[in-house]
């Protein structure tokens, strides 16, 4: 039950003050969770948004793109300007683009042409319009959107394996000569003679 600080003397539109504020700071809510993009209740996200300075903010994104666009918002206005900025900020909504300066392909000066490519879903007329609001909101002043093309892909998963199989062959054939070879009909022998012969020392006649 609500219990007043307010001394004995205090008037009923301080009384009052005092039970509004009551009533708007009474959540269960743990504070250090309010500046966490990933953590922030999703009801009081678009004003984490607002703290954050998102520039484009659309109430019928998803749940996790909300909270991407929030969790970008610091990166995007680091490299606010640049082409790395506006594909940060386009990626926040799960889109990839491609930018072309006019250098690059010879268009008129300070002109950029975009392609994006979007992953498995069509897009209605609000998303088109913010990705035109995200590349306004973070491209440079100087540089104008000359062209925006929008491409549909399809992502699968793909697997690939390799094998490699090594071995030997050994084939056993008849022998065959390939030079000629002569069997000699010559035939050699050998024989060893022995003799002995004994002598007396004494004359027996």
Not at 30 to 53: G, H, M, V
Not at 199 to 205: F, I, Q, R
């Amino acid at each position: 039950m609500f219990k007043t600080l307010l001394p004995p003397n205090a008037t009923l539109l301080e009384l009052a003050t005092e039970a509004s504020m009551a009533i708007a700071f009474d959540h269960d809510i743990d504070i250090d969770k309010l500046w966490s993009a990933e953590n922030c209740p999703i009801d009081l996200l678009p004003y984490l948004a607002w703290a954050l300075s998102v520039d484009t903010w659309n109430a019928d994104w998803p749940e996790h793109v909300k909270r991407q666009v929030v969790a970008s918002s610091v990166y995007v206005h680091r490299f606010k300007g640049t082409p790395a900025g506006i594909k940060a900020a386009l990626k926040a909504l799960d889109l990839g683009i491609t930018i072309s300066e006019w250098f690059d392909h010879g268009g008129d000066p300070y002109t950029f042409k975009a392609d994006v490519m979007v992953t498995t879903r069509g897009l209605t007329d609000r998303e088109f319009q913010d990705i035109i609001d995200v590349i306004a909101s973070t491209k440079n002043a100087r540089s104008h959107l000359s062209q925006l093309r929008v491409y549909l892909t399809t992502a699968a998963d793909t697997v690939l394996a390799s094998a490699t199989v090594t071995g030997e062959r050994i084939d056993v054939q008849p022998w065959i000569a390939t030079v000629p070879v002569s069997v000699p009909v010559y035939q050699f022998a050998a024989a060893i003679q022995l003799a002995e012969t004994i002598t007396t020392g004494e004359n027996l006649v």
